[in-house]
């Protein structure tokens, strides 16, 4: 029940994007069309779900036993970038259209705060090793979930006539505010 409670909490009420306001970068670049943003989010989902298991290896096993507990952040980093530089070698051969389409995004995952603060937070929630897998995967389903129901948002937006005055970005922000009130009604769904 634990682990349903975990993954409840990181997609819907502490949704890293729309509640934590974290990996914005990426949140608003790559959501202008739903299979970029879907591309985009099962990359995060892939290198969040890594990072977490790796980052709590080594945090546990490597950090914690040499009293190097402070270097947590720079590990994580490291831990981040080598994954991304997999993921993005995995996808420019697997994928190259999803590739190009992600574009200058697919290495900002690297500097995606929301990969980071998913193993910040196992961390400091003390979370043992599934639980950080089951964190790092919700953390990463609610990313996806916002990137892709954003990306809808703005398809429909641009078939529509706007005001020439918040056509485009200030429209695009209008609505991720909105988006992110909307998560606010999961605030009490666990207590």
Do not use: D, H
């Amino acid at each position: 029940m634990n682990l349903l409670v975990i993954i409840i909490a990181a997609v819907f009420i502490n949704n890293y994007v729309m509640s934590q306001f974290l990996g914005i970068c990426p949140f608003l670049g790559v959501s202008k069309k739903v299979e970029t943003a879907a591309g985009m989010g099962v990359a995060v989902i892939f290198v969040m779900a890594l990072a977490s298991a790796a980052g709590w290896l080594a945090y546990t096993f490597i950090l914690v036993p040499l009293g190097l507990e402070y270097l947590y952040n720079i590990s994580f980093i490291l831990i981040i970038a080598s994954l991304v530089q997999f993921v993005e070698m995995f996808i420019k051969k697997s994928s190259p259209s999803l590739y190009q389409a992600l574009g200058v995004f697919l290495p900002l995952i690297t500097t995606n705060c929301a990969v980071l603060g998913v193993v910040v937070t196992n961390m400091q929630n003390g979370y043992n090793f599934i639980e950080s897998i089951v964190n790092g995967v919700g953390g990463a389903l609610g990313f996806a979930l916002a990137i892709i129901l954003f990306a809808g948002i703005r398809e429909r937006i641009a078939r529509n006539k706007i005001l020439p005055a918040v056509q485009g970005f200030p429209i695009a922000l209008i609505s991720a505010g909105l988006m992110s009130i909307a998560f606010l009604g999961f605030t009490g769904l666990l207590s």
